[in-house]
């Protein structure tokens, strides 16, 4: 499904992702882990084309994008959440979510629909109305994550989607990310939470810079 070759991203002198190659096949749950500064989320910005690749190549689905712009990557099929939150503060969780909708994807009413299908799965359905700056850390997270399934991806690319959470709340994330897995979407994630990505994990990349790390999930080194 993902394919990236000899992936190179400087700033400045500091080498940000160095010779990066890595394969993702289709309906599983991917992870990378490293230490801070590792170039984890950089990688996620070269994917996503927010930030260009100094060289290398990015395949998806076939097609190299490695040049496209975001919203073209978007129209492929790859979305994301953000570590940081990037939702609108001032709007509702309805409008939030409905806001990763495609326009010409369908008719307007179908889109509603969806919106309506994704905040019951995430469990948000009876706080469609409440605006997302009052909302808690984990609710603020489900939204980032129905914004990205509103753009009806193939991919989604989770960043630190867990992080700032407490046991109980992680569970649920863990829960519906292996429920997305099932559904037959493929997740790439990247975080600090050890255990919840040892969980879901189907396959786990290590950065080189990383030693020590020992897994009963199959690993590959990058």
Not at 109 to 122: N, T, W
């Amino acid at each position: 499904m993902l394919m990236i070759r000899n992936l190179h991203k400087r700033f400045g002198g500091l080498h940000a992702l160095e010779n990066v190659s890595l394969v993702l096949e289709s309906k599983k749950i991917w992870s990378l882990i490293g230490p801070n500064g590792a170039g984890k989320t950089t990688l996620f910005n070269l994917i996503t084309g927010t930030l260009p690749a100094d060289s290398g190549k990015i395949e998806f689905m076939g097609e190299d994008i490695t040049d496209m712009k975001p919203h073209e990557i978007c129209r492929k099929g790859i979305a994301r959440t953000y570590q940081q939150k990037n939702l609108f503060p001032n709007l509702s969780i309805f409008d939030n979510v409905m806001a990763g909708m495609l326009k010409d994807s369908m008719e307007e009413q179908r889109r509603k629909e969806r919106v309506y299908e994704i905040l019951e799965f995430l469990g948000l359905e009876k706080k469609e109305k409440e605006i997302v700056s009052s909302l808690p850390p984990l609710d603020s997270k489900l939204v980032e994550l129905g914004r990205a399934l509103a753009t009806t991806p193939k991919l989604i690319l989770l960043d630190e989607l867990v992080g700032g959470l407490v046991p109980t709340e992680i569970e649920k994330i863990c829960q519906i990310v292996e429920t997305l897995r099932d559904q037959g979407y493929t997740i790439f994630q990247i975080g600090h939470e050890i255990r919840p990505i040892m969980r879901t994990s189907d396959w786990i990349f290590v950065k080189s810079n990383f030693p020590g790390f020992q897994s009963k999930k199959p690993i590959r080194n990058i």
